[in-house]
């Protein structure tokens, strides 16, 4: 048909209908879109928030009451905005750790990779500064404490952090700064997401199995798209559970207090989706070393694809490595747990532990074992010919 030359409509059905898949996805890949599916949801309720908000220190908490009692469905527009930012991190952290387990950072997706790192990094940022726009007590104290990490950079680190603020002190100017930033950075999620899709439509998708073939592809459309609508109703069924019966549950309580800078909340916690990172910073005792690791901890997935130099691609093959894997999956929910704990005896040494397993992961067992099971496979293969 005539109209499917045009070019709007021909990039449409490249990428969303005759795109090329492995034939042998399973479910596990269905995690992606689920995550555009919420970044839509994110973009359009922020939007519409946006419009009745007020980023001022004396009216931000009382627009967000207005919001919820006033404006017309405006409490089912803050539920699904708040606990939909819940379920972004949910999706994309479960990409992330499948893209870990069957090696979808390696050539030739490489970049494609380090484009979905920088999304999700971009995505911690967004969300802290929105985290601090409702003005409540753990709003101001953890943006308070979290932007006073920065005076630990040496020389410039004082004044990076009045910068920030925009004075001397977490007020008004930063208010407005983060507000600004929180409505554009999504913007800029946009565009990556995009070229994100792009590359990885550029070189294929990948599969369980880590081989790379031309052959054995079914059209995206009809095969995959039904399977794909199956698991984002299984999440959209979830996610309306929370936000309709327990819409404040994975928020904190101090949060529904407005912002006093003269008490100080008794406990410090960020969202569940920053505790793993949280954990890392606070296990180590120098402040300066604190922030390196626990940047370090969100850099080092750029440069996976460069510690993994295994031609064996799946975990599937790669028996030794999936016990790690599900070892390093454990670890990692040990530090969400221990995020959440006061930084006291025995958790403090439970975390310094789960750290130092984290970095051990990537720095050390990745490159290790990819070597040690590439050379078992080999030798039995060779024992075989020879036999």
Known sequence: MRFLNKPLVSIFTAHLIDYPTPLNLSYMWGFGSAAGIF?????????????????????????????????????????????????FFLVVYLHLFRGLYYGSYQSPRALTWCV?????????????????????QMSF????????????????????????????????ATLNRFFSLHYLLPFAIVALVIAHIVLLH???????????????????????????????????????????KYPNY?????????????????????EWYFLPFYAILRSIPDKLLGVLAMFGALLILLVIPFLNLSPIRSSVFRPIHQFFFWLFILDYVILGWIGG???ETPYIEIGQIATAFY??????????????????????????TTE
């Open 250 to 270: 994975l928020g904190h309580s101090d949060n529904y207090i407005e912002a006093n800078p003269m008490v100080t909340p008794a406990h410090i916690v960020p």
């Open 116 to 136: 979905g790192v920088v999304i999700f990094i971009l995505m911690m940022a967004t969300a802290f500064i929105g985290y601090v726009l409702p003005w409540g």
């Open 141 to 172: 104290w953890a943006a308070t404490v979290i932007t006073n990490l920065f005076s630990a950079i040496p020389v410039i680190g004082e004044s990076l952090v009045v910068w920030i603020w925009g004075g001397f002190c977490v007020d008004n």
């Open 39 to 87: 970044l839509v949801v994110q973009l359009v309720t922020g939007i519409a928030l946006a419009m009745h908000y007020v980023p001022h220190v004396d009216l931000a908490f009382l627009s967000v009451e207005h919001i919820m009692r006033d404006v017309n469905n405006g409490w089912l527009l803050r539920y699904l905005h708040a606990n939909g930012a819940s379920f």
């Open 202 to 244: 550029k070189k294929g998708s990948s599969n369980p199995i880590g081989i790379y073939t031309k052959v054995d592809k079914v059209s995206f459309y009809r095969f995959f798209i039904p399977k794909d609508i199956f698991g984002w109703l299984i999440l959209f069924m979830l996610y309306s559970f929370f936000v309709y």
């Open 359 to 384: 970095f051990l992961y990537f720095i050390l067992l990745l490159p290790l074992l990819g070597i040690i099971e590439y050379h078992m496979l080999s030798t039995h293969a060779n024992y075989k």
């Open 341 to 343: 704990c006061h930084p």
